[in-house]
């Protein structure tokens, strides 16, 4: 890199060779403003030779984008705070908000993802963001631990998010290195694990942050702040994204058939039952752990499911669900409403008067209710030596789908139980033409009724030896979760029916 004086007394040039090209930086040392963008541009020029490797299929020397000339006198984050008003607002003549934008728990993730984008590209001008200050921004959130925000507390308590991501540079580098000396001598790569050196974010997250920022940009253009979309052309490779396993057979029977569950050493509800409906349902985490009493249904307006027992997944007072799809009614799996407890135990709360199905659990930071059982689950898996980077409390998800898969049961079915939205085939869409069905059932139909349902749900069995739930009614709700005015039975053990002992000791 060169500095150059230019002809004009109060310019410099800084020159920098991208290999490829020139690229020429000409500004105004007398101009505050303008020297401190050109030190932040040199910064990330530098930064860019130490970027992460696998954060560089588009790093190659960059085409230089002419931002205008002239300052729109925005800065990014009014700029990114300007859209987010926009996005959410419900415009006359439509029903919802922008696309993407039309759920509450939607809409709060791309603000924290815009909010995000303005902390790393910081206060300056939105005219005078650059693809590589993009680019250098992306890398940032790409080295971000995930879930950062709700490890401010445990993982990374006291420690700044500049401080991590300084950390996490030197484990990346540290990793490059081992990758590429293992490259060298013909080792075998794959024995090189980017999660044996520090977490990351995956690239599908890193490409749901710039598909929201893309939004952002096209808001910008039309609002005559910039005039190209900078955040075109950054989309990162999915192919390596961390997705997640199901669980296998064994580890399925490692969890449910642990003497964590056989000898009931659980002490809260929620440790059982969140882990089963999910195995029985393919439900979300939050999507469980936010159930309230009343979602637990006999749906008396459709006929033939009056009595089967379900799930209303819906959004509410303190609950929210990923997309529209996410709503449904699904029957609850015999075997854990008749056999397991699940009926006693809703019973048990709901006569009690309590709202939440597990009032023991409180909102996050995110507004959900899951940040408890999801750390508490993550911990169990490490007591019963259950460590895989692909599994998680989302593998339950991942297993009911397969269980489906594997079945050959229909796709359609299993994308209703599940929350999916449903893309049929080209063989399923030429039946369903010559049926004359397909855009009817799109455009009319509502979502399959418990009653259809139900004879799929029965099929799901993993063929595991359940032990049922069997807990004291005190012990139900810890002490200050209980609102005033309710009184848990003393020594009244709550479990299937079959199962009930009489009462222990004496009332104290």
């Known amino acids: 890199m060169a500095i150059k004086p230019n002809p004009n007394d109060t310019h410099l040039i800084a020159e920098i060779d991208l290999s490829k090209g020139i690229f020429k930086l000409d500004y105004d040392q007398n101009n505050p403003t303008e020297v401190g963008n050109a030190e932040r541009i040199l910064k990330i ?24 000339q ?36 939607s809409a709060g993730e791309r603000k924290s993802n815009l909010q995000e984008w303005a902390y790393h590209i910081g206060e300056m001008d939105v005219a005078h963001v650059t693809h590589d200050m993009i680019i250098e921004a992306r890398t940032n959130i790409a080295l971000t ?17 500049e401080t991590v991501l300084a950390k996490q540079r030197t484990k990346w580098q540290a990793y490059i290195t081992d ?130 027992p379900c799930f209303y997944f819906h959004e509410g007072t303190g609950q929210k669900l990923k997309n529209k799809e996410s709503v449904r009614l699904i029957p609850i799996h015999p075997k854990l409403w008749n ?89 399923e869409k030429l039946e369903d033409d010559r049926e004359g069905r397909g855009k009817t059932y799109q455009m009319y139909g509502d979502n399959y009724y418990p009653h259809v349902l139900l004879p799929y749900i029965e099929q799901v069995d993993f063929k595991l030896e359940l032990t049922p739930f069997k807990m004291l009614s005190q012990n139900l709700v810890q002490t200050d979760r209980i609102p005033k005015g309710i009184k848990l039975v003393r020594n009244e053990i709550i479990t299937a029916e079959e199962n009930q002992l009489p009462e222990m000791g004496m009332n104290f």
């Open 70 to 105: 002239k300052a729109s006198g925005v800065t990014f984050p009014q700029a990114i705070a300007a859209f987010i008003e926009s996005a959410t607002e419900v415009k006359p003549g439509q029903r919802t908000a922008k696309k993407g934008w039309n759920t509450a728990s």
């Open 339 to 427: 056999d397991l407890g699940f009926k006693e135990y809703y019973e048990t709360i709901k006569s009690h008067g309590f709202d939440y199905l597990f009032p023991n659990l409180r909102l996050d930071g995110k507004q959900k209710r899951s940040d408890y059982v999801g750390d508490w689950f993550g911990r169990l898996l490490d007591i019963l030596k259950i460590k895989r980077p692909e599994i998680s409390n989302h593998s339950f998800r991942h297993t009911f789908i397969n269980f489906f898969k594997q079945n050959q049961l229909p796709e359609r079915i299993a994308a209703d139980i599940a929350g999916h939205a449903y893309s049929r085939s080209d063989k």
């Open 45 to 68: 020029f530098e930064a860019r030779q130490n970027a992460p490797v696998s954060h560089q299929n588009t790093l190659v020397a960059p085409t230089p984008h002419q931002a205008p």
């Open 179 to 308: 990758l590429e000396k293992a490259r060298k001598n013909d080792m075998e790569v794959i024995n090189v694990a980017i999660e044996d050196y520090l977490e990351t974010r995956s690239n599908k997250t890193v490409n749901n942050y710039l598909w929201v920022l893309r939004q952002f940009y096209e808001y910008a253009i039309q609002q005559k702040w910039v005039a190209t979309n900078e955040a075109n052309g950054l989309d990162l490779p999915e192919d390596d994204s961390k997705g997640r396993d199901p669980f296998s057979a064994d580890e399925l029977k490692a969890i449910f058939e642990s003497r964590y569950y056989n000898l009931e050493e659980y002490n809260r509800p929620e440790q059982y039952f969140v882990p089963h409906i999910q195995l029985f349902t393919g439900a979300r985490l939050n999507e469980v752990c936010q159930l309230q009493t009343a979602d637990i249904v006999f749906p008396e307006n459709i006929p033939g499911s009056e009595h089967i």
């Open 145 to 161: 631990p995930p879930n950062f925000k709700k490890r401010l507390t445990t993982d990374f308590k006291g420690q700044t998010l």
